[in-house]
């Protein structure tokens, strides 16, 4: 597939538009052999790359990790609200992309974005378990009943029983810790609900083994590396 210039090197470094360019500008990009300095130049996804000495090869997949902000909603087009896909698309112009898993619209933190339908498939399974961690601040103290509620798995007000989960509260009693199992619509406010706790703030620190750096700031995102991508399926990778 053909692409201009910039748009492939955002592709395959993960950088942001303007970055790219200026590695171009700067002659620091080879395409065949040939330092190429003109941003728009088509280039095919085929073609040896090589930037600043290093080799690069366009993937079949692209996996993005995004702190989502508060306000944005986790789909892939919206009416009204920006979307993690709106954050994200420029730097990714040809690819399919769609957030893996959902994180509601006041909540914050890591959402996977990728291109790759059955690696999506596989994280989201109920079947694999890819535990999340989120921190939350809540309403009302977290008490030893909710820990011991949340290990039993807590059962909602409509009747669903829910997997065993884990709630580690800070000592502040108000700030805890959540691991969850599987995903289901609201589940921490509703699991918290059940105890007359309200959700003040809720963000996703982890998905599978990967967390979130924290110098990651609310918008920005980092396109994954193979090693990063395995760290969220643990084993599931090995499996296959
Ligand atoms: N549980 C919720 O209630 N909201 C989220 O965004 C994620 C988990």
Known sequence: M??????????????????????????????NGEIIKKADRKAEDTDDIVINGKSYTHEKYVYIMLNKPEGVVSATGDKNDVTVIDLV????????????????????GFVL???????????????????????VTVDNPVTD????????GVTLADGTLLKSATITPYDDGYTAQIIL????????KR???????????????AIGGLEMPHDLAPGEYVKLTKSQVE???GDLFTEN
């Open 181 to 188: 199992h599987q995903g289901v619509y609201h589940q921490i």
């Open 2 to 31: 053909q692409y201009r210039l910039d748009r492939l090197v955002c592709e395959v470094t993960g950088l942001s538009r303007a970055d790219a360019k200026k590695l171009i500008t700067k002659g620091l990009v080879k395409i």
């Open 231 to 233: 760290m969220i399926a």
């Open 89 to 108: 698309q420029d730097d990714f112009p040809r690819r399919n992309l769609f957030p893996a898993g959902r994180l509601d619209k006041t909540s914050t």
């Open 191 to 205: 699991m918290l609900g059940v105890f007359d706790i309200g959700v003040n703030t809720l963000h996703r620190t």
């Open 145 to 152: 009943r909710v820990v011991k509620g949340f290990e039993e």
């Open 113 to 135: 974005i990728t291109d790759d339908g059955n690696f999506a498939h596989d994280i989201l399974s109920p079947k694999h378990h890819v535990p999340k961690t989120y921190i």
